[in-house]
Every structure is written in structure tokens, then in C-alpha cells.
């Protein structure tokens, strides 16, 4: 069954389960238990793995944390709700604890189904009503209840209107009112199994006021709901999609997650909430660093998984995009996107010229996307038939899909440009498609326009309950060892604000050292004498949750060098290097082999001891300093594989970066990895198994868009050196050629940029000036090949660019045979792009004057003889172009006086050089050239 141990979790009073009994001994619920049971295995042939406490809690375990345990591995709750059940602290806690876990769970906000043991409406509190009056009420109105008196504390009184209120907000369509029966006590499901084997009384008329037929039929309706409902969750497992498993400490925020799905499925306040409407929703979520924004979109996508079963959900890395064809572009890529419509025949398809035009791609992968959200309708119908953990036992009863969906999570967008109105306006506006926007930003930045459905979500400190709830879940056994140091975790959150980085790397740090004794009355001593947790004054129109941000901020970097302070030197080095990378997607073979150069004995593994590696990613990870990027996958002994992919918060990064005391030596260590893996995979591609490097390909071409961009100034203090550069230019060349050549030229611009700030420093160094005519050509090159608009122009003006600069390093180096070949090229591509033909035949005559230099100096030389007579070819076609036949025949004449003595001396050209001499052999076989 998935991760879930448990089908059901039954929470209820203790109280109504001891009075009325039926004749076996048993109470409501215990025969309530029993009956659904058998009814479900009679329905659909399974066993309905149910929690109840009775029979689930050993003597002597502590309730709360097996209770606590029994909540998270079970997929659905049922509450038995009563007056002793809203007013009961346990009850109540019971309910809370569900809630605040449910969407880590892929259950959404419907995973809750109330069972009323008296009428609905009366567990409903009056805004001002006292509750012993409410009592006082319930039990007149139903004096067979055995309410119990109980004198409740304020928190109580508070937990129990809370309640009240979060009842009245649930979804309440799918509840099951028993009010008339429990009165009667348990004996009736007793008395309902004989009677519904009685012909008589299965052909008689209904009584909806308390009848067996009645109390059948509601049972029934019940136990299909509880099977809709678990097919319903097999749906969230059939979900495609590359969004990581939900964080597995993520509490509470279900009112911020339930509102995300109003707005994503119904429409916000603007739309009236009366549904789709034809137009594709747009929600977005924005904070400062560190609230969580990004953890709670992943969160959704989790929990609301199964509405998304044939679309999928796809998260966009959006740090720097400013055309969502970027982003889409990346997705293209990936193979779980890609087997998406394989699955269903439908393939995508990106040829070069789409791939050059970024609009395009958007326009293909769009298209793409809502064919095949539809046409795995019937495919995921089928599979859902098929699944393992079915529990309807007829297809009618099967959950329908009433809208294929897809949802894009468009993370970290900080270009407005990404969601202007221009753009925005290309994207499909259907029901097919939902988008949610995490961000930054002040969300009135963008010029999306009406397209937001309702105003953007933005996230706040965690209340200080779930951030309570947050370092117990990190608690060993996920609990307190005393009410004392419950109260200590209660002022860790209050001198933290909530601020969720914050708490978890205060809860991290704790769970890591619980077994040195460290509690939490211990650290928020150590937060008061060291962190200086002093009141912050509100600035001049500052919010009191602007203030409660700015001042848990400030706790951050102190809480991450308390981490950083325990870490063992090796793993501080990776932390470092992971600091320097691009925050999403750090490749952890990466930092395991940058970590050895740097570590290589503390590292090296012993024969007969356990690998060494693995324990530096545990104690990273157990920080949450990374975080995995990919979703977790067992081996076969059943341990959890180290992850492909890691994350580092931008927070962290940035702090790490800054205040790592061997900074200058991390990058340069960063910089010879890279520009060897660039090295490596420039003479090794193509070069027989070149797989591993290939597989290399995406990581480098991500981490170099990232150094390259200024947007990691802000986590990157350290320019990019010139080998690195380089190396960002080999997978720029790659991508351009064999994959998309829009990125590769996004990356080129950004190569030219660093090699034109490296000129500029060192204004007389040739090879700085090389190296930057070198990206000016590359430029001009996929420019040419593009041939969009306005391309032609700007690809001459790279290439003059270029030609300038050579010219320069020509004239400083007259004697240099590279310079003076570097400027040929040059002149060689700005004669094949020239549109004036004369212009054109004067590049080639400059070339053609710099080639037969370079052969009356290298006489022997075969490459530079050749390099004349190709020259000479070049410069007669360019002649006859301009209408100068003369000039024409001269060159003609000259290539032939080159390529005949070297076929009568024997020398072996190339087969086009023989097919040349032979045509010129034939002009000229009356005699040789003047």
C-alpha cells in the first residue's frame, strides 16, 4: 500500500465508545469498526487496514507518540464527532495533529470525513455562546448521551472554538449523519446484519428517520466513499510529473494549500469563484527567503496530485528566465517529460529551428502538453483499473477525471519580464492548465494583468503552533521528553518569529545532537546569551509581520554557524563547494569528488568499514543544510540511495559563500574541476563510449548558465576565471549544436560577456583578447545558422567585433603565424555574410593576402599551401560575384599553380583538392596559367 501502512484512522471519544454497549460488550465505535470491515471486504475483496486504539496501542507506549505515528501512516480519518469529542483536548489534538499533516500525504484537504453522532448543526457554536450553556443545551436536546462534565482551561476553550470554526470552513458533502442510530446503541448494526438477510425486510419501504434500510444505505454510501476516496489517492500515485516527494517535515500552512487549490480549480475572488471558466488559472505564492514559499507550491503539487494524474505536475527553475520558452525548453529535455506522450504515442518533437526561437518552443511544448494531458485520460482510467490498491469493485464506481489537468510550478521567477502581459498573453488560457508562480517579487512588478485570478499568496512566519509542531516532528519519536521542554521549543519559536528556515535549522540542529543530550531548554538558553535576541523597533511604516521577519532574519546566519561549527572538516569543504553552485541542482558526485581532491585520506574508504561519503551527505542532510532535489530510491537491501541531485537554500548558500574563510582557494579548486569535466568532454565526445560524459552534458551546461549570470552575484562572490569560461563555452557549443541553439546562444552572450570584463581588466593580455574574439565568432556562427530577424546584422557585427580585436593582436605580433591565421577567419566569415559584393571581394583579398604570406614564409609547410590555393578558390568566387572576371581567372590561375606541382610531387590531398585540381587542369590543359 504505497508508504501507508493504514487505510483509516478512527478518532473518537473514549466516552462514546462506553455507554450504550451491545451484547457482546462492545461500544459504538468498536462495533462501528468491525461493521465496516466486513462490509468492505464483502464490497471489494480487500482488507480495510484500519487504526484504532483500542487494539493499536500497546500498554506502557506513549499514546501521543504512537497516536502521532498512526496519523501520519494512515491515508484517511474518520472523526466521530460529539459534544465529548469538540470539547475532549485529546480529541481535538487528534484532529489538529491530522490536519497538520495532511497534504503531506497526497490527500488534499479531503481526507477528512466527520461521522455525526448527533445532528451537524448542533456542534456549531454561536460566535458569542458559552460553551456550558452549549452543554448545557446538547444535553437536554439528547439526554441519552453521557456527556462528560469537564471544566475546560482557556487553551481548551480556544482549541475547542477553533475547531468549531475549522468545521464550519471544511468541505462538508461527504459526512455521514448516524444520530438516529447511535441513540438506539450498537445492538443495531447487530440487528442491521440479521435484518438485511430478511427478504421481508428488504422489500419494504424505507423510513428515513431511523429504519435498518436507512442505516444500510448509509453504511453502504460510507464504505463507497471510503474506496472512492482511497482510488482517489491511487490517482496522486499515478501522477506523473518531476516535483519532489513532499518535504518530510512539512506541518501545517493547509489554509494557504487550500486556498492555492480554490484559486487553481475554481477561481478566485475576480472570476467569482464560479469555476474555470475557460481560462487557465494563475496563482502565485511570494515572501521574502526563508518563509517557505518554494516548499509549500512542492507541498501542492504533492497533496493535490491526484487531480493532476494525466497532465502531471512540472516545476520550471525560473532563477534568471525571462521567457518561459527557457524554462520549457529544459523540461523538453527530460526523459520523464518526454515518455509522457511516448506512453500515449503522441512524441515530441523540437526541431533545430524551433529550438532557435524560444516563442516557438513554447508554442510546441505547449501543444504538446494539452494533447497529451488528454489523451492519458483513457490511459490513466485503464491504469487505475488495473492498480494494485483498487478498492471499488465496480468501474462505475471508479473516480472520475471531469477536467484532465497539467500544472506548471514555475519557481524563483525574479525577471518581471517572465510574466508580462506580452508574454503572459501567449501562454494557453484553459482549464487544461494551471500555473503557480513562486516568487520574490512584489508580485504589482509583473504586468500580468487580469490573468491573476486572485491576489498573489503571500506566505508568513509559520504560526507559532505549526512552528511548534515543526522541532517536535524533529524530536526523536517525534515528542518532547517533558512539558518543560515543550515550553523551551514554545520560546525557541517565539525568539525565532516563526521565520521557517529559522526554526528548522534550530529543529535540525537539535534532532542532530539529541543524542549528546542537547535539549531544547538548553539551546534557547544558548539563542538568549549568545544571539542577543534583543525587541527590534518597527521601521517607519513597517507592518509588526514585516518587523517579525526582519528580526528572525537576522537569527539565520547565527543558527547556520552554530551547524556550520559542529561539521566535520570534509563536510564543511562540500558545504562550501555546494554553496558556490547552482542552489537547485548540485550534481552530489560533483562534491564527492570535489570533497576528495580537498579530503583524500579522511576520505579514503577501508576494506571491511562502511563507505565514508554517505556519512557526509547524512550529516549535511540531517542539518538540512541539502536537501534532496530528486525524489528518494530504495535499494534492494532497502536502504534509501544517496540522492542524484541536491538543493541548498539561498539563504544558506549565500551566508556559507560569504563567510567561507578559504573562499578564494574554493573557487579556484571550482574552477579547475570544471574546466577539467569541460576539457574532459570536448576530446572525449564522440570519441567511442562517451555516455558518462554526455550524461555530464546537462549538469555543466545548468551550473555554467548559473556562474555566468549576474544573478549569482548575489550568492557568488567570486568572478568567473577565464578556464572556466572556457569550459562554459564547450557546453555552450554542445547545446547549440545537438540540442537547443536559442540556449546555447543565451550561454555564448554570457561566455563573451565574462572574456570582454577579463579584456578589459588585462587590456594587453593576447590571450584575453583571443579568447574574446574567439566567443564574438562563435556568436556570429549560431546567429548565421539561426537567420532570424535582424540576426543577419547583429551576427556582422560580432564578426567585425571579432576581426577588430585580431587585427589588434596582428599588429602587436606581427611575426605570429596564429594571429595572422585568427585574422583570416575572421575575414572569411565577414566575406560570407557581406550582402555588397564588393565589400564581400575586399575581405577576401585581405584574407587572400594574409595566406600567401603565411605560405612564402612556411615554404614546406603543406597545411599553408593548401590554406593559398582554398584561399585563392574563395577570392575568385568572390570576384565573379562582383563581376570582376579578370581578377577571377587571376585567382583561378594562382590556385592551379599551387595544387599542380603538388600532385606531380605526389603529395595526397584531400578528395575535394583533387576534384578542384582536375576541374583546373581542364581549364588550363592548353597551357599553364600567366
Not at 709 to 730: I, K, S, T
Request: proline fraction near 5%; charge should be negative.
Amino acid at each position: 500500500m504505497s508508504d501507508w501502512a493504514k487505510h483509516l484512522f478512527l478518532s473518537y471519544a473514549r466516552k462514546d465508545n462506553e455507554h450504550p454497549v451491545n451484547d457482546a460488550g462492545e461500544g459504538w465505535v468498536t462495533a462501528f469498526d468491525r461493521e465496516l470491515r466486513e462490509r468492505h471486504k464483502a464490497y471489494s475483496g480487500r482488507e480495510l487496514n484500519i487504526f484504532f486504539d483500542t487494539d493499536a496501542i500497546d500498554p506502557g507506549v506513549d499514546w501521543r507518540r504512537r497516536l502521532s505515528q498512526g496519523l501520519r501512516q494512515s491515508r484517511l480519518l474518520l472523526a466521530f464527532l460529539s459534544p465529548n469529542y469538540i470539547t475532549s483536548p485529546n480529541c481535538l489534538w487528534e484532529w489538529e495533529e491530522y490536519l497538520r499533516y495532511e497534504h503531506s500525504s497526497a490527500r488534499g484537504d479531503d481526507g477528512l470525513t466527520p461521522i455525526f453522532f448527533i445532528t451537524p448543526s448542533d456542534l456549531s457554536l454561536g460566535e458569542k455562546q458559552q460553551i456550558a450553556d452549549w452543554l448545557t443545551d446538547i444535553k437536554a436536546k439528547y439526554p441519552h448521551l453521557r456527556i462528560a462534565d469537564r471544566l475546560l482551561a482557556a487553551d481548551d476553550e480556544q482549541r475547542t472554538r477553533q475547531f468549531s470554526a475549522d468545521l464550519s470552513r471544511r468541505n462538508r458533502t461527504s459526512f455521514f449523519e448516524l444520530q438516529p442510530w447511535f441513540e438506539q446503541g450498537p445492538q443495531v448494526l447487530q440487528q442491521l446484519d440479521a435484518a438485511e438477510r430478511s427478504a421481508e425486510v428488504k422489500a419494504a419501504g424505507r423510513n428515513p428517520e431511523g429504519d435498518l434500510r436507512t442505516l444500510a444505505d448509509r453504511l453502504q454510501q460510507l464504505d463507497r466513499h471510503i474506496a472512492w476516496r482511497l482510488d482517489r489517492l491511487a490517482l496522486a500515485d499515478l501522477a506523473p510529473g518531476n516535483v519532489a516527494r513532499g518535504h518530510e517535515h512539512f506541518v501545517g500552512r493547509h489554509r494557504e494549500l487550500s486556498t492555492l487549490h480554490t484559486i487553481l480549480t475554481q477561481g478566485g475572488p475576480q472570476s467569482g469563484g464560479s469555476g474555470m471558466g475557460g481560462r487557465g488559472m494563475i496563482a502565485a505564492t511570494h515572501s521574502p527567503g526563508g518563509l517557505g514559499k518554494t516548499a509549500l507550491a512542492r507541498q501542492y503539487c504533492h497533496a493535490y496530485a491526484e487531480f493532476y494524474a494525466c497532465g502531471g505536475t512540472w516545476e520550471l527553475a525560473c532563477e534568471g528566465v525571462t521567457h518561459i520558452g527557457a524554462a520549457l525548453l529544459k523540461l523538453a529535455e527530460r526523459s520523464d517529460f518526454q515518455r509522457l506522450g511516448a506512453e500515449v504515442g503522441i512524441p515530441l518533437r523540437l526541431p533545430d529551428e524551433v529550438r532557435a526561437d524560444y516563442a516557438a518552443v513554447a508554442a510546441e511544448v505547449f501543444d504538446y502538453l494539452r494533447v497529451v494531458t488528454a489523451a492519458r485520460q483513457q490511459r490513466v482510467l485503464e491504469l487505475l483499473k488495473a492498480h494494485p490498491e483498487r478498492h471499488t469493485s465496480s468501474d462505475d464506481d471508479l473516480p472520475e477525471i471531469e477536467q484532465p489537468r497539467a500544472l506548471l510550478l514555475l519557481d524563483n521567477v525574479d525577471q518581471p519580464e517572465l510574466l508580462s502581459a506580452a508574454q503572459v498573453g501567449q501562454w494557453p488560457a484553459a482549464e487544461w492548465l494551471e500555473i503557480l508562480v513562486t516568487t520574490r517579487l512584489d508580485p504589482t512588478r509583473f504586468g500580468i494583468g487580469d490573468r491573476w485570478q486572485a491576489p498573489p499568496l503571500e506566505i508568513d512566519p509559520l504560526p507559532d503552533s505549526d512552528a511548534l509542531e515543526l522541532i517536535r516532528d524533529y524530536q526523536p519519536n517525534h515528542c518532547f521528553t517533558s512539558p518543560e521542554e515543550e515550553e523551551a521549543a514554545a520560546r525557541i519559536v517565539e525568539a525565532l518569529g516563526g521565520h521557517t528556515l529559522a526554526v528548522e535549522l534550530a529543529a535540525a540542529y537539535l534532532n542532530v545532537h539529541a543524542g549528546e543530550g542537547l535539549q531544547p531548554s538548553v539551546f534557547v538558553h544558548r539563542l538568549e546569551q549568545e544571539a542577543a535576541l534583543t525587541v527590534i523597533t518597527p521601521l517607519p511604516g513597517e507592518s509588526e509581520v514585516a518587523t517579525k521577519i526582519r528580526h528572525a532574519q537576522k537569527r539565520v546566519p547565527e543558527l547556520i554557524d552554530w551547524s556550520l561549527a559542529r561539521l566535520s572538516p570534509p563536510a564543511r569543504t562540500a558545504l562550501n563547494f555546494a554553496a558556490l553552485l547552482q542552489p537547485d541542482q548540485i550534481p552530489l558526485l560533483w562534491l564527492k569528488i570535489l570533497t576528495q581532491q580537498q579530503h583524500p585520506e579522511e576520505l579514503q574508504d577501508q576494506e571491511g568499514y562502511p563507505a565514508k561519503w554517505p556519512g557526509i551527505w547524512r550529516e549535511l542532510h540531517g542539518l538540512r543544510l541539502l536537501q534532496r532535489a530528486d525524489g528518494e530510491r530504495m535499494k534492494e537491501d532497502g536502504t534509501t540511495e544517496l540522492p542524484t541531485l541536491v538543493r541548498i537554500h539561498r539563504l544558506t548558500a549565500e551566508h556559507v559563500a560569504a563567510n567561507d574563510p578559504n573562499g578564494a582557494e574554493t573557487w579556484q579548486a571550482l574552477d579547475e574541476f570544471i574546466t577539467a569535466v569541460g576539457t574532459m568532454f570536448e576530446r572525449g565526445v564522440g570519441q567511442g563510449d562517451d555516455a558518462w560524459l554526455r550524461w555530464q552534458h546537462p549538469w555543466l551546461l545548468t551550473q555554467m548558465e548559473f556562474l555566468l549570470d549576474p544573478v549569482a552575484a548575489r550568492y557568488v562572490p567570486h568572478e568567473p576565471m577565464a578556464n572556466m569560461l572556457r569550459a562554459a563555452h564547450v557546453a555552450a557549443n554542445f547545446e547549440a549544436q545537438h540540442s537547443s541553439l536559442a540556449r546555447g546562444i543565451a550561454l555564448t552572450e554570457k561566455v563573451n560577456d565574462g572574456f570582454e570584463r577579463l579584456l578589459a581588466d588585462s587590456p594587453d593580455s593576447a590571450q584575453a583578447a583571443r579568447d574574446v574574439s574567439v566567443s564574438l565568432n562563435k556568436l556570429g556562427d549560431f546567429l548565421s545558422t539561426r537567420g532570424g530577424p535582424g540576426d543577419a546584422e547583429q551576427a556582422l557585427e560580432y564578426y567585425m567585433r571579432s576581426l577588430e580585436v585580431r587585427e589588434r593582436l596582428l599588429v602587436n605580433s606581427p611575426d605570429s603565424a596564429l594571429a595572422a591565421r585568427d585574422v583570416s577567419v575572421s575575414l572569411t566569415k565577414l566575406a560570407a555574410v557581406a550582402t555588397d559584393h564588393e565589400k564581400a571581394l575586399q575581405y577576401a583579398l585581405r584574407d587572400l593576402e594574409i595566406a600567401l604570406n603565411l605560405k612564402e614564409r612556411n615554404p614546406q609547410s603543406l597545411y599553408y599551401q593548401r590554406d593559398a590555393a582554398v584561399s585563392f578558390g574563395r577570392t575568385a568566387r568572390y570576384a565573379n560575384a562582383a563581376g570582376n572576371q579578370e581578377l577571377a581567372g587571376q585567382c583561378l590561375a594562382g590556385c592551379f599553380s599551387i595544387l599542380d606541382p603538388l600532385v606531380k610531387a605526389g603529395y595526397e590531398l584531400d578528395p575535394a583538392m583533387r576534384q578542384l585540381h582536375a576541374q583546373l587542369a581542364a581549364m588550363f590543359q592548353d597551357g599553364g596559367p600567366e
